[in-house]
């Protein structure tokens, strides 16, 4: 559990750093899986109509 840990916490980290320096844009979501050692990143945008992809990019456009 420690190690799981460890990797989700730094994959957080960096994505905050991303965020907070501007350097790149944080991902929007990424998913650990342990069992094969792999980080995917998740770049679907979301529906058009769907009130909360809306909403979530309205709050992705606001600058640090």
């Known amino acids: 559990v420690v190690t799981i840990n460890g990797v989700v ?3 957080a980290c ?4 991303m965020f ?3 350097l790149r844009e944080p991902a929007r979501q990424l998913t650990y899986l342990g069992h094969n050692s792999v980080v995917r990143k998740n770049s679907t945008e979301g529906r058009v109509d769907c009130l ?3 909403q979530w990019r309205a709050t992705q ?3 640090p």
């Open 20 to 22: 907070l320096t501007g």
């Open 61 to 63: 456009s606001v600058t």
């Open 52 to 54: 909360y992809c809306h």
């Open 9 to 11: 916490a730094s994959l």
């Open 14 to 17: 960096t994505e905050a750093l």
